[in-house]
């Protein structure tokens, strides 16, 4: 069940992720429609730089989010 539960939250965020981006570039092409294989296309794109990150970043995974933290306390305290 722990399993089920992860790996639908994990398709949701990559979802929302990809459609994030994918309003983006299409506010900035000014495209009205966009069609199934480039919502694919940018869902996937999407999941592989989000696991590379966590590949890349998990060896010093505190420091990192230490300093990530830092970061937002000085740009939100202001």
Not at 18 to 23: D, E, G, I, K
């Amino acid at each position: 069940m722990i399993v089920v539960g992860k790996l639908s939250v994990n398709c949701l965020n990559a979802y929302g992720g990809s459609m994030t981006l994918l309003t983006t570039v299409s506010a900035f092409t000014r495209a009205a429609k966009i069609g199934p294989a480039a919502r694919s296309a940018y869902t996937i794109v999407f999941l592989l730089v989000s696991v590379l990150i966590a590949i890349f970043a998990s060896a010093n995974f505190l420091d990192n989010f230490k300093n990530f933290v830092l970061v937002l306390l000085m740009v939100f305290t202001p």
